[in-house]
């Protein structure tokens, strides 16, 4: 009898002490899911597709070289493309086109007709035009032939990531903004290979669209502020836009001091505008400039 109530206690505790536990573990298990997510949302998930797979491992270790793309998983026929697509929603599609049951591009129409949205990036050993044509007519977004080397892969992903950045954000005001995309689609694959050393593909994208999404014209610190990232690494970047005809300069006289270099991104059917001179500027200001 006496021994009752402790033994109550005892059961009550550990009850509060497992409950407790399991609070903790489900916390735990939803930050964790909380940052898979997270994870998830700043990577471009790649399914690759490939009937050998000595082949489809290759491709996958090169994929998985380039941020920020990671493979999420490997098909072999176009009936296994089909359902992974259904179950991991990538973002890319890496599609060969002699698969064992159907030819590759059969499978894109069943994935529409699903309703995935997602990319699709031709790998193949098909030079038969009728099959470039066909690729050209699904929407693809790439076709790179067997043999290639990783630096032939690794330019088509960052054109393809810069590419699918600049889609995502563009805020379409007119014209300009719809031929400024599609000029992006049939960009060669070398353009982000053309980024100076130090530059990388992915600022220079945030970079872009920052300016693009810009009202009015930024200084290289209002630019930083903006993107996040520090006032001398965005005026690296503001100057090799201006450098390649990509962003044109303005200049903002104050009442003393060098004039403040301003940024806009250039839409190349406008000429550049003049710099906005005071009528008390001072002469040969541009050049020290």
């Known amino acids: 009898m006496n021994g009752a109530p402790g033994g109550a206690d005892t059961t009550a505790t550990t009850a509060t002490a497992e409950s407790a536990d399991t609070a903790d573990t489900a916390e735990r298990a939803d930050r964790s899911d909380r940052s898979d997510r997270s994870d998830r949302s700043d990577s471009i998930d790649v399914l690759v597709v490939d009937d050998d797979f000595m082949v489809a491992r290759v491709h996958r270790a090169f994929v998985d070289r380039v941020e920020p793309f990671r493979v999420v998983g490997v098909a072999s026929t176009g009936e296994q493309a089909a359902r992974a697509v259904d179950e991991l929603h990538p973002d890319l599609v890496l599609l060969d086109l002699y698969l064992p049951d159907v030819f590759g591009l059969d499978v894109i129409p069943r994935l529409r007709t699903a309703g995935h949205d997602c990319d699709v990036m031709v790998i193949s050993a098909a030079r038969e035009t009728d099959a470039v044509r066909g690729a050209v007519r699904h929407g693809v977004v790439d076709y790179l032939l067997k043999p290639f080397e990783f630096d032939d892969l690794r330019a088509r992903l960052e054109r393809y990531a810069v590419q699918r950045g600049r889609v995502l954000a563009t805020v379409v005001h007119g014209q300009a903004d719809v031929d400024r995309v599609l000029a992006g689609a049939a960009a060669p694959a070398s353009a982000p ?79 550049d505008r003049r710099p906005d001179r005071r009528p008390d500027a001072r002469p040969g200001d541009e050049a020290r400039t």
């Open 193 to 271: 290979a053309t980024l100076p050393k130090g530059l990388s593909v992915e600022t220079a994208a945030l970079i872009e669209r920052t300016l693009r999404t810009a009202q009015d014209t930024l200084s290289a610190a209002e630019c930083a502020t903006l993107a996040g990232i520090s006032r001398v690494s965005a005026r690296r970047y503001l100057e090799h836009f201006h450098s390649i005809g990509n962003a044109e300069v303005t200049l903002r006289y104050g009442a003393a001091g060098r004039p403040e270099r301003r940024y806009r991104f250039r839409d190349h059917g406008r000429p």
